[in-house]
C-alpha cells in the first residue's frame, strides 16, 4: 500500500541539503558503540534483573526472548531504515522524515512526538544520571563507608534527593550541583557534534562500561557465600532466585506484558532517537547488520552482564526475601541503597563501588545525549539555528523543566514523566512508525532499503513479522496497557492525596512541552513554504 | 534456594544464544569491515 508517499531517492530538501554539510559518523565501530551506547541504559542493570524475578524467573526469558524477535529487532531495523532514508532526505529528527514518508500535512506532526518523548524522557533521566556521578565520587571517598543497614543507607539516598533534613545532606544542594556537572557535560558533548562528540563519547564510555561490568561480575562470581554462618545466602541462591524458571506465572498476562515493555526500555526503540543516529550514515552503508549488533550488544550487556550483579549480590548479603521487598521498593533501591552498603562490606570496596556507579553514569550519559540529538537536529535542519543557539536553546530548557523533577521529588512528579512519555508514549509512537513504514510507505520498498548496502541478508520471515506481527503486537500491548494501567493512572487511582497537585504539574509541564513541539514544527514549515 | 536442572538450562539458553548471536554479528563485522 503506498498512500502518496513520494518515490524512493526524490524530493530531497535540496536547499537544506547545500545549507548544512551533513554531519558522518567516522567509523562504522563507532556508530555501533553510539547506538548500543544509546540503547544500553540504566535499564540494563537495574530494571532488567527487578523484571526477571518478579515475573518468573527463567520462565521471564521466554515472553523476553519472543517480544525480543517480534518486537525488539523488527523496530530497531524500522527505525534504522526510517532515519537512513530520513537522512537522505536532508532529514535528521522524526518531524522531516516522517513526512518524507507520507505526504500529508499530518505526517510531520506526528513525527513531534518523537521529539517530544526524547525531551521528557531526557529532562528526568539526567537528574538520576547525576546521582550515579555523585555516587561514584561518594564511594571512591568512602562517604557512606560508616551505614551498614538499608534504612540507614536509604535515609542516605533520601537526605541526598533533599527529602530527609536530618541526614547527612541538609538540602538538594550537593545534588543540584551534581546535576549542573552532569547537565554541562551532556550539552559539551552535544556541542562537539557527531564524530568529534557523540562518537568521542561512545568509543570511551563503551569499553569503559564494558570493563567495569566485567570486573563486577568477576567479584559477584567469587563471592560465594559471604557469611559462612548463613549458608543459603549466596551468590548461587541469587543466580537460583534469578534463572530457576515458574512456569504457572506464563499464565499471567502482565508477565508478558512486562517483557515487551522491557524489551522497549532496554533497546531504546519508540523514542527517536536511533533514527537520528542512523541519518548520518551514508545511503550505501549497511543497515542490516548494524541494527543487529546494536541489538545483540545491549543484549549481551543486559542479560550477561546486568543479570549478574544486583541481585545475585542482594541475595548474597541479605537472603531472598529482603531482596524482594528491595526488587518491590523499585529498581532505585536496587542500585543506590542495597549495592552500596554491599561494597562498604567488601575489601576494595571503594574501588568497586566507583565502577560500579561509574558504569551507570556511562550507561546514563551516553543515553541522554542520544534524547538530546534528536533536538538538536531539529532546531538546525529544520528551524535554521547555528549548532552554538540549537544547544543552548535545548539546555535552557532542559534547565527550567528539571527544576520541577528536583524540587518535587518524592512527589511523583518523575513518575507521571516516565509513565506517559517513557513507557505508553514509546509504544504509542513504535505502532505510528510501524504503520507508516509497513503500510503507509510499502513494506516491499522498506525491504529494499534494508536491503541496500546491506552486510547480511535479513530472513524473508521478518518483512511479514514487520508487516503484521510488530503492528499487531503492539496495537494488543497498548490495548492492554490502556485497560489496566493508563486508565486507571489517568485518573490518579491509588495516588497518594498529598501527591495530586504534584502530579497535576508534571501533565502541566509535559503539554506545555508538545505545544511548544508541535508549534515549532508548524513555524518550521512555514518558514520553509515561504523560503 | 538451590539451582535447579531447569535453571541451569534456562541461563545456558539464554547465555548461549546471546554468544551465539554475538559470535555471528562479529563475524559478519569482520568480514565486512571495509563496507
Given at each position: 500500500?503506498?498512500?502518496?508517499?513520494?518515490?524512493?531517492?526524490?524530493?530531497?530538501?535540496?536547499?537544506?541539503?547545500?545549507?548544512?554539510?551533513?554531519?558522518?559518523?567516522?567509523?562504522?565501530?563507532?556508530?555501533?558503540?553510539?547506538?548500543?551506547?544509546?540503547?544500553?541504559?540504566l535499564?540494563?542493570?537495574?530494571?532488567?534483573?527487578?523484571?526477571?524475578?518478579?515475573?518468573?524467573?527463567?520462565?521471564?526469558?521466554?515472553?523476553?526472548?519472543?517480544?525480543?524477535?517480534?518486537?525488539?529487532?523488527?523496530?530497531?531495523?524500522?527505525?534504522?531504515?526510517?532515519?537512513?532514508?530520513?537522512?537522505?532526505?536532508?532529514?535528521?529528527?522524526?518531524?522531516?522524515?516522517?513526512?518524507?514518508?507520507?505526504?500529508?500535512?499530518?505526517?510531520?506532526?506526528?513525527?513531534?512526538?518523537?521529539?517530544?518523548?526524547?525531551?521528557?524522557?531526557?529532562i528526568y533521566y539526567v537528574y538520576v544520571e547525576s546521582w550515579a556521578l555523585a555516587y561514584s565520587l561518594f564511594?571512591?571517598?568512602?562517604?557512606?563507608?560508616?551505614?551498614?543497614?538499608?534504612?540507614?543507607?536509604?535515609?542516605?539516598?533520601?537526605?541526598y534527593q533533599?527529602?530527609?533534613?536530618?541526614?547527612?545532606?541538609?538540602?538538594v544542594?550537593t545534588a543540584y550541583l551534581f546535576l549542573l556537572v552532569t547537565l554541562f557535560i551532556n550539552?559539551?558533548?552535544?556541542?562537539?557534534?557527531?564524530?568529534?562528540?557523540?562518537?568521542?563519547?561512545?568509543?570511551?564510555?563503551?569499553?569503559?562500561?564494558?570493563?567495569?561490568?566485567?570486573?563486577?561480575?568477576?567479584?559477584?562470581?567469587?563471592?560465594?557465600?559471604?557469611?559462612?554462618?548463613?549458608?543459603?545466602?549466596?551468590?548461587?541462591?541469587?543466580?537460583?532466585?534469578?534463572?530457576?524458571?515458574?512456569?504457572?506465572?506464563?499464565?499471567?498476562?502482565?508477565?508478558?506484558?512486562?517483557?515487551?515493555?522491557?524489551?522497549?526500555?532496554?533497546?531504546?526503540?519508540?523514542?527517536?532517537?536511533?533514527?537520528?543516529?542512523?541519518?548520518?550514515?551514508?545511503?550505501?552503508?549497511?543497515?542490516?547488520?548494524?541494527?543487529?549488533?546494536?541489538?545483540?550488544?545491549?543484549?549481551?550487556?543486559?542479560?550477561?552482564?546486568?543479570?549478574?550483579?544486583?541481585?545475585?549480590?542482594?541475595?548474597?548479603?541479605?537472603?531472598?526475601?529482603?531482596?524482594?521487598?528491595?526488587?518491590?521498593?523499585?529498581?532505585?533501591?536496587?542500585?543506590f541503597?542495597?549495592?552500596?552498603?554491599?561494597?562498604?562490606?567488601?575489601?576494595?570496596?571503594?574501588?568497586?563501588?566507583?565502577?560500579?556507579f561509574?558504569?551507570l553514569f556511562?550507561?546514563g550519559i551516553?543515553?541522554s545525549?542520544?534524547?538530546?540529538?534528536?533536538?538538536?537536529?531539529?532546531?538546525?535542519?529544520?528551524?535554521?539555528?547555528?549548532?552554538?543557539?540549537?544547544?543552548?536553546?535545548?539546555?535552557?530548557?532542559v534547565?527550567?523543566?528539571v527544576?520541577?523533577v528536583v524540587?518535587?521529588y518524592?512527589?511523583?512528579?518523575?513518575?507521571?514523566?516516565?509513565?506517559?512519555?517513557?513507557?505508553?508514549?514509546?509504544?504509542?509512537?513504535?505502532?505510528?512508525?510501524?504503520?507508516?513504514?509497513?503500510?503507509?510507505?510499502?513494506?516491499?520498498?522498506?525491504?529494499?532499503?534494508?536491503?541496500?548496502?546491506?552486510?547480511?541478508?535479513?530472513?524473508?520471515?521478518?518483512?511479514?513479522?514487520?508487516?503484521?506481527?510488530?503492528?499487531?503486537?503492539?496495537?494488543?500491548?497498548?490495548?492492554?496497557?490502556?485497560?489496566?494501567?493508563?486508565?486507571?493512572?489517568?485518573?490518579?487511582?491509588?495516588?497518594?492525596?498529598?501527591?495530586?497537585?504534584?502530579?497535576?504539574?508534571?501533565?502541566?509541564?509535559?503539554?506545555?512541552?508538545?505545544?511548544?513541539?508541535?508549534?515549532?514544527?508548524?513555524?518550521?514549515?512555514?518558514?520553509?513554504?515561504?523560503? | 534456594?538451590?539451582?535447579?536442572?531447569?535453571?541451569?538450562?534456562?541461563?545456558?539458553?539464554?547465555?548461549?544464544?546471546?554468544?551465539?548471536?554475538?559470535?555471528?554479528?562479529?563475524?559478519?563485522?569482520?568480514?565486512?569491515?571495509?563496507?
Amino acid at each position: 500500500m503506498h498512500l502518496g508517499a513520494e518515490p524512493l531517492g526524490t524530493a530531497a530538501p535540496k536547499a537544506d541539503l547545500m545549507e548544512h554539510k551533513r554531519e558522518r559518523w567516522a567509523s562504522r565501530l563507532g556508530l555501533i558503540l553510539a547506538a548500543a551506547g544509546n540503547a544500553v541504559g540504566l535499564g540494563n542493570f537495574l530494571r532488567f534483573p527487578v523484571q526477571a524475578v518478579g515475573n518468573g524467573g527463567g520462565a521471564f526469558m521466554i515472553p523476553y526472548f519472543s517480544a525480543l524477535i517480534l518486537l525488539g529487532i523488527p523496530l530497531m531495523w524500522i527505525e534504522w531504515i526510517i532515519g537512513r532514508r530520513g537522512g537522505r532526505m536532508g532529514h535528521s529528527s522524526t518531524p522531516g522524515m516522517f513526512a518524507a514518508l507520507w505526504r500529508h500535512p499530518a505526517a510531520k506532526y506526528l513525527g513531534a512526538l518523537g521529539l517530544f518523548l526524547s525531551l521528557t524522557v531526557m529532562i528526568y533521566y539526567v537528574y538520576v544520571e547525576s546521582w550515579a556521578l555523585a555516587y561514584s565520587l561518594f564511594s571512591l571517598l568512602g562517604y557512606y563507608s560508616g551505614i551498614g543497614d538499608l534504612a540507614e543507607m536509604s535515609g542516605f539516598l533520601r537526605s541526598y534527593q533533599g527529602l530527609n533534613p536530618e541526614g547527612p545532606f541538609a538540602t538538594v544542594a550537593t545534588a543540584y550541583l551534581f546535576l549542573l556537572v552532569t547537565l554541562f557535560i551532556n550539552f559539551a558533548i552535544l556541542y562537539r557534534g557527531i564524530s568529534r562528540g557523540i562518537e568521542l563519547l561512545a568509543k570511551v564510555a563503551m569499553p569503559l562500561l564494558f570493563l567495569f561490568a566485567v570486573v563486577l561480575v568477576v567479584r559477584v562470581f567469587t563471592l560465594g557465600t559471604p557469611d559462612p554462618s548463613l549458608p543459603e545466602r549466596s551468590v548461587w541462591s541469587g543466580f537460583a532466585f534469578l534463572w530457576n524458571p515458574r512456569f504457572e506465572e506464563l499464565g499471567h498476562t502482565s508477565v508478558w506484558l512486562a517483557a515487551a515493555g522491557q524489551v522497549f526500555f532496554t533497546l531504546s526503540v519508540g523514542m527517536g532517537t536511533l533514527q537520528t543516529y542512523a541519518s548520518y550514515l551514508r545511503d550505501d552503508q549497511d543497515i542490516a547488520l548494524s541494527g543487529l549488533s546494536t541489538s545483540t550488544l545491549n543484549e549481551f550487556v543486559e542479560v550477561v552482564l546486568g543479570a549478574s550483579i544486583a541481585i545475585p549480590v542482594a541475595v548474597a548479603f541479605f537472603g531472598l526475601q529482603a531482596t524482594q521487598e528491595i526488587a518491590r521498593g523499585g529498581t532505585f533501591n536496587l542500585g543506590f541503597v542495597t549495592m552500596p552498603i554491599v561494597f562498604t562490606l567488601l575489601p576494595q570496596g571503594e574501588l568497586l563501588g566507583m565502577l560500579w556507579f561509574g558504569l551507570l553514569f556511562f550507561a546514563g550519559i551516553t543515553s541522554s545525549v542520544a534524547m538530546g540529538q534528536p533536538l538538536i537536529a531539529f532546531l538546525q535542519e529544520e528551524c535554521g539555528l547555528t549548532r552554538k543557539r540549537a544547544v543552548l536553546l535545548l539546555a535552557a530548557v532542559v534547565f527550567a523543566a528539571v527544576q520541577w523533577v528536583v524540587f518535587y521529588y518524592g512527589y511523583g512528579f518523575d513518575h507521571e514523566m516516565d509513565f506517559w512519555a517513557g513507557t505508553f508514549g514509546l509504544a504509542v509512537f513504535a505502532l505510528i512508525e510501524t504503520i507508516l513504514l509497513c503500510w503507509v510507505f510499502g513494506i516491499d520498498r522498506a525491504w529494499e532499503e534494508l536491503h541496500r548496502g546491506a552486510a547480511i541478508r535479513v530472513p524473508v520471515a521478518f518483512k511479514w513479522i514487520m508487516k503484521y506481527v510488530t503492528p499487531g503486537y503492539l496495537i494488543l500491548l497498548l490495548a492492554i496497557w490502556t485497560l489496566d494501567e493508563a486508565l486507571p493512572k489517568l485518573r490518579l487511582q491509588g495516588v497518594p492525596l498529598q501527591d495530586v497537585p504534584y502530579r497535576w504539574q508534571s501533565r502541566g509541564l509535559m503539554l506545555l512541552l508538545l505545544a511548544g513541539i508541535l508549534a515549532a514544527v508548524a513555524w518550521a514549515w512555514r518558514r520553509r513554504r515561504e523560503a | 534456594m538451590e539451582l535447579t536442572w531447569g535453571g541451569i538450562v534456562f541461563w545456558a539458553l539464554a547465555w548461549g544464544g546471546i554468544f551465539f548471536l554475538s559470535g555471528y554479528v562479529l563475524v559478519r563485522l569482520l568480514k565486512t569491515r571495509d563496507r
